[in-house]
């Protein structure tokens, strides 16, 4: 039974029914044993869903994401003439999102204004500890969602209406999969690993690591007690994305934040100076037109 040109559904022999993209599994045939992987993500759309063909998953997911991108494209121009500067943390729950996020405003907020949005299945309690320093925060349930999407966050900035030339930071839902694949409209995704996760994480979820342009590896104070070759992880990371930027750090010893908070400052300066550009291209347009006008 054949669905579309690359998939392919049958029957199992507990009846239930699933699709697989040709080659893959099952060009390595189906005999019986335990010799031989599985892999699911040969196929044209690097997934598998029970009952649903290759051709039908990547429809699905080009639509999802193209009404995402048209959403994402509107909160990055919005952020680009207001000369905000908009981070989009990702990592796998409990890496130190929040903490490192709190530590960042306690060290920042005297300088600069900053508003935050923290994205979680349930519960606002990281809102909460956001607020307690002082800062804005909105907090965004996904319910069943394992990610934030742009649609939600340009909601978020009608709600903040965080201010020109400020710090914009979104703490994404602890996922290390599908955050990867939904622009929101930042500048930068920042990837959280912590040392209890194990060096080969970007190498399992190379898509997380190569969607970020900085890597935080948090929980270094840890460092003594564990059996983790911190070399050995961004030599990894690397591996995917040998762009990165890594920065070891501790959130809650407060070690290697300084550069951190410094590439912030940084990527914030930046930021508030394509603003000043582009206000002052337009002021030269004005005069150019006006100018043009008088001589008629
Ligand atoms: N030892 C150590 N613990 C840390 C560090 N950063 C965070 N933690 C601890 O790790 C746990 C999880 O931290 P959170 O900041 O809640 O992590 P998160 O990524 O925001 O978690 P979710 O939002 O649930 O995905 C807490 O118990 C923190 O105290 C660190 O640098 N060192
Ligand atoms: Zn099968
Ligand atoms: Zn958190
Ligand atoms: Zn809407």
Redesign the pocket.
């Known amino acids: 039974m054949h669905a579309g040109d690359h998939g392919h559904v049958h029957r199992h022999a507990d009846g239930t029914v699933h699709s697989h993209a040709h080659g893959g599994e099952h060009a390595r045939g189906h005999a019986p044993g335990v010799g031989g992987d599985l892999d699911y993500g040969t196929g044209p759309a690097r997934a598998h869903a029970p009952g649903m063909s290759q051709s039908r998953m990547v429809q699905i997911e080009q639509d999802i994401l193209a009404k995402n991108n048209t959403y994402a494209r509107a909160n990055r121009a919005w952020f680009d003439e207001r000369g905000i500067f908009a981070l989009n943390l990702v ?10 996020l709190v530590k960042t405003i306690e060290a920042l907020r005297g300088k600069l204004a900053i508003t935050v949005v923290e994205g ?1 299945q349930q519960t606002s309690v ?1 809102a909460e500890r956001i607020r307690a320093t002082g800062v804005p925060a909105l907090q965004i349930n996904t319910g069943k969602g394992c990610h934030l999407d742009a649609h939600m966050v340009g909601h978020a900035l009608q709600r903040l209406q965080p201010a020109e030339a400020s710090l914009f930071l979104i ?1 994404n ?2 996922n290390l999969v599908c955050p990867a694949a939904f622009d929101l409209g930042e500048q930068h995704k920042v990837a ?1 690993l ?1 040392v209890t996760e194990g060096e080969d994480k970007p190498l399992k979820y190379p898509d997380m690591f190569r969607a970020a342009e900085v890597m935080l590896l ?5 460092l003594p007690y564990l059996d983790f070759n911190a070399d050995l992880a961004e030599e990894n990371a690397r591996k995917v994305n040998p762009k990165l930027t890594v920065f070891r ?5 407060g070690d290697g934040m300084a550069a951190w908070l410094d590439w912030i400052e940084k990527g914030l300066e930046a930021q508030r100076g394509k603003r000043a550009e582009s206000v002052d291209a337009l002021k030269r347009r004005v005069a150019e037109l006006e100018r043009q006008l008088a001589a008629k």
């Open positions: 990592s796998s729950p409990g890496s130190g999102k929040t903490t490192l979680d990281d703490e839902v602890g959280i912590s948090n929980k270094c104070d840890l750090v501790s959130a809650t010893s």
